[in-house]
């Protein structure tokens, strides 16, 4: 009797485990596993958008977008995008954090502040940066010519390397405020007794920061990389209201080829076969942060 | 002022009392099922939607609702640039519109090649085809003898912009009617602070479709009649040249300009010229008044007076997408945005940008008494006269067949590509040419 209690108690707890979570199986298929199959299915045809019909091609998108020059430039201007839009984010991120960790005043004003461009929309941050822009009428002419730094308006979006540059500044004012909420965060967690050891021992401003700060802050850092890495590298909205691209394809990163070829040239085929390969590329950041994460959780 | 005024007079009240009475008559339309419907919402799209413009869609949806109870429409924005990918997101996931306006007619050709637009012919007829000017409906005739839609006006988009003070400051007596005459104008009315041009030279719809403007005006063409691709010729080389000479008196931002942004610099007076709709001249009123008296255009020039004249008129349409699952209630509609009221009040919300397709419209009364229309009567008269002897990348020529492949060669920036390689990167000519004219090839092929 007792062993067949259990028995039925334990495949109660088991319906119940199902039924607990097979919410969220469901919604992880509808929305995850779905779409993703369905990408990679749809990367074996050749497909018109707008009447989903096409014809079976195998392995056809794929071996002809590898040999494309506008899938390799593509690619690259996607690796320079990410790594330079990044790296300003977290040197931006970092110092904005360690200025707003000390006791200044207006801190918590500044705080708040500091997220207004991660919290106002794309399009707004984009019409905003345009207009500073603008060749006719933006203040960044205005000053500049005002204070004798050029004679003449600059084009800072229709020509190179202005336009990456304009873009990987502009992608880098809006969400290095990400940053400086995780970094904070972190800061405050950082025992006070590590810094007055190090001032014991002699460690200037700039030395606490290298052997104090910093060794705190790697493993946020590193965790922070990699989600932002992974959310730049499919960077879409920013850049196509920014540059669409241009000029020519100077500023196309990866989501805007994938874009161009499902709605513009109504080849879903490979539209999918170019998002397919992104998703791979990703992976690899994915992979590294999940077994960050597992070695932390292990730690 | 005079001469419209002359026009409104020579307008018998005969004449008027017929159109009104032709168009009113819209009203009735045999489209009687849908109004057995009860609970029926129309999506309505278009990409042309001022605050004015949104103002007068407005007023004919509340009085087709009023007129047809259990029937909502609903206005939805689109853009110029975005509606390709809207629709095609739309056709793809069934979640289409009800009746789509303003889009240019090769992305109706299109669209109705692939299956996906009800045929138009029964709403043509109920709005009236002989009340159409000549050949209006052609460019909507698609390949099985159908019409795909109709159009809701004419647009004489490359029009030439000037500034009668500044040409008169520079020392020049005549609008150019060459690109030499052009280039000679500009260079004299540049100075310091003021550009001579605003010509789009950015990746996007807009330096695709004036750039074919000017292969037409150099002799070139884009296309055979045919559809064979032919656009490596001397037209297509020189509109380069011309093209790259010009890069000099436009602003440094050209090179991300589309039509807003072309549009802005002349109305504000950043520079001499212009090139664009009518909607100048209510921009001009509304937003620079000062420069109200001295704005005037004319046709476009051309290589030299031996070519004729190209006016880029993108057919702004009215359709209905076959998915629609109120097909009745939008054929319905789709005439009663002919209701004179109505559309004189949409066509009056940006006066000389939209032209009426209706000859009983354009002989009303009520549509010229406009201020913009009496105030500039030879310039609306112009562009509607330029638009009408228009064309596009779907309809280069009177002889050219329906090229339904035109809304994608626009959507791959193929031509504004090949602007920027010779003009921006000084990029080899024959290079580039042979690169766009495969790139288009693959896409016809495609």
């Known amino acids: 009797m007792p062993s067949q209690t259990r028995t039925l108690l334990e495949r109660r707890y088991a319906a119940l485990g199902v039924m607990l979570i097979a919410p969220t199986v469901v919604v992880f298929c509808s929305v995850i596993v779905y779409p993703l199959l369905s990408a990679i299915y749809l990367s074996f045809f050749s497909i018109f958008t707008p009447t989903l019909e096409g014809d079976f091609v195998g392995l056809g998108n794929y071996t002809e977008l590898l040999q494309t020059e506008v899938f390799w430039s593509s690619l690259g201007t996607t690796l320079i995008w990410t790594v330079g839009t990044l790296t300003l984010q977290i040197l931006f991120g970092v110092g904005m954090a360690l200025v707003l960790h000390q006791n200044i005043w207006f801190r918590s004003l500044a705080r708040s502040l500091i997220l207004f461009p991660y919290f106002i929309s794309t399009v707004v941050a984009v019409l905003v940066w345009k207009w500073l822009f603008n060749d006719l009428y933006g203040i960044m002419n205005h000053f500049l010519i005002s204070i004798g730094f050029i004679d003449f308006p600059m084009d800072y979006l229709g020509t190179m390397p202005n336009a990456l540059i304009s873009v990987i500044l502009v992608g880098a004012w809006k969400y290095f405020p990400f940053v400086v909420i995780a970094v904070l965060a972190r800061l405050q967690t950082i025992p006070d007794a590590l810094y007055e050891a190090a001032k014991i021992d002699g460690a200037g401003p700039i030395a606490r920061f290298f052997d104090v700060t910093l060794p705190q802050l790697r493993d946020v850092l590193v965790v922070i990389i990699l989600l932002r890495a992974i959310w730049d590298f499919k960077e879409f909205d920013l850049i196509f209201l920014l540059t669409g691209g241009g000029p020519l394809r100077d500023t196309q990163t990866l989501p805007l080829l994938v874009y161009q070829e499902a709605f513009a040239l109504n080849d879903m085929g490979k539209a999918s076969a170019y998002a397919v390969v992104m998703m791979a590329i990703m992976l690899v950041f994915m992979l590294i942060y999940i077994r960050r994460t597992r070695t932390e959780d292990g730690s | ?446």
């Open chain 2, 1 to 446: 002022m005079t001469k419209t005024n002359d026009i409104a007079k020579g307008i018998s009240r005969r004449t008027a009392l017929k159109g009104l009475a032709v168009t009113t008559a819209m009203a009735a339309t045999p489209f009687t099922a849908a109004r057995a419907q009860s609970d029926v919402t129309l999506r309505w799209w278009s990409p042309q939607a001022a605050p004015a413009q949104v103002e007068a869609y407005q007023l004919q949806i509340s009085q087709f609702e009023a007129m047809n109870p259990g029937i909502k429409v609903q206005f939805e924005t689109t853009s110029d640039e975005g509606y390709a990918p809207q629709l095609a997101a739309a056709f793809s996931s069934g979640e289409v519109p009800d009746i789509v306006t303003h889009l240019p007619s090769f992305a109706v050709q299109s669209y109705y090649a692939n299956g996906l637009v009800e045929p138009f012919n029964d709403v043509i007829e109920a709005i009236g085809a002989d009340d159409y000017f000549p050949g209006a409906n052609d460019v909507f005739r698609a390949a099985d003898g159908n019409y795909c839609g109709t159009g809701i006006g004419n647009s004489a988009a490359n029009m030439l912009w000037l500034r009668k003070d500044l040409m008169q400051e520079a020392g020049i007596d005549g609008a150019p009617e060459t690109w030499d005459e052009l280039r000679a104008a500009v260079q004299a009315m540049q100075t310091g602070g003021l550009f001579g041009a605003p010509l789009p030279y950015g990746r996007n719809s807009m330096t695709s479709l004036i750039f074919i403007g000017f292969i037409h005006q150099a002799g070139g063409q884009v296309f055979t009649p045919d559809l064979e691709v032919a656009l490596d010729n001397d037209g297509t080389r020189n509109a380069l040249e011309f093209y790259r000479e010009m890069r000099e008196y436009c602003p440094p931002g050209a090179t991300n300009y589309s039509w807003g942004e072309s549009l802005t610099a002349f109305v504000s007076g950043a520079t001499a010229t212009g090139i664009y709709t009518g909607r100048v001249l209510a921009n001009v009123r509304d937003q620079n008044p000062s420069i109200a008296d001295h704005v005037t255009c004319v046709r476009y020039p051309r290589v030299s007076t031996d070519v004729a004249p190209w006016t880029f008129n993108d057919f702004p349409s009215v359709f209905i997408p076959a998915q629609s699952q109120n097909i009745d209630a939008a054929k319905q509609f789709a005439a009663f945005l002919f209701n004179p009221e109505g559309y004189i009040k949409q066509l009056h919300a940006a006066p000389g940008h939209v032209l009426p397709v209706l000859r009983s419209i354009n002989e009303n009364p009520m549509y010229q008494d406009n201020d913009i229309i009496l105030k500039y009567s030879a310039e609306v008269e112009l562009m509607a006269e330029s638009a009408a002897g228009g064309f596009n990348l779907g309809y280069e020529s009177a002889d050219h067949v329906s090229n339904e492949k035109a809304g994608e060669i626009i959507g791959s920036n193929v031509i504004s590509d090949l602007v920027q390689k010779v003009v921006i990167n000084g990029d080899n000519v024959d290079t580039a040419l042979s690169e766009a004219s495969q790139t288009i090839e693959s896409i016809m092929a495609g």
